[in-house]
């Protein structure tokens, strides 16, 4: 029994070890998505637009979807160690790939953070000359695009 116990806790620190993202890349994670709901909860409070049961499901939509992307990246990295053909280099790429993904998440909340902000008060001198020139770098601009315009049209009426 204590023999299983070892074999098992080794295990999960191998696990943890080998297939999770940069931990500190999983903490800035959970930082900013955590900063984002409380922001978009700012938004609606100070906007005065309902809370409701619909928003909090898309919020736990994203979230599984982030998760949904991390554990994909997780199992091909699983597979790859599994294998028993020696691949070199592969797994460098595959975790080059993992932080890869959670980095990209991290600018998408860092991104609806700062919108998020930016719609809580647009007259400020900060909004004016700090949020709105950093929102327009981080999204290329691309809320004048027309095709993005009728995208979100089609997006509301869902």
Known sequence: MKTLFITSAITLLNIK???LPSTALLIAL???MLIDFGTGILKAVINKEA???RSYRKTMMKFL???GGVCVGLCIKFLALQTSVNIGDAIKYIDLFNDGLVLFIIFIELTSILENLYAVDQTSV???YFIKPILRLLTFE????PFI????KMDNKV
């Open 51 to 53: 809370r409701t049961s």
């Open 126 to 128: 900060f909004a004016q």
């Open 142 to 145: 691309l809320k004048n695009n």
């Open 17 to 19: 070890v080998n297939f």
């Open 65 to 67: 979807q982030y998760g």
């Open 149 to 152: 315009k009728a995208a979100e």
């Open 30 to 32: 959970a930082t900013v």
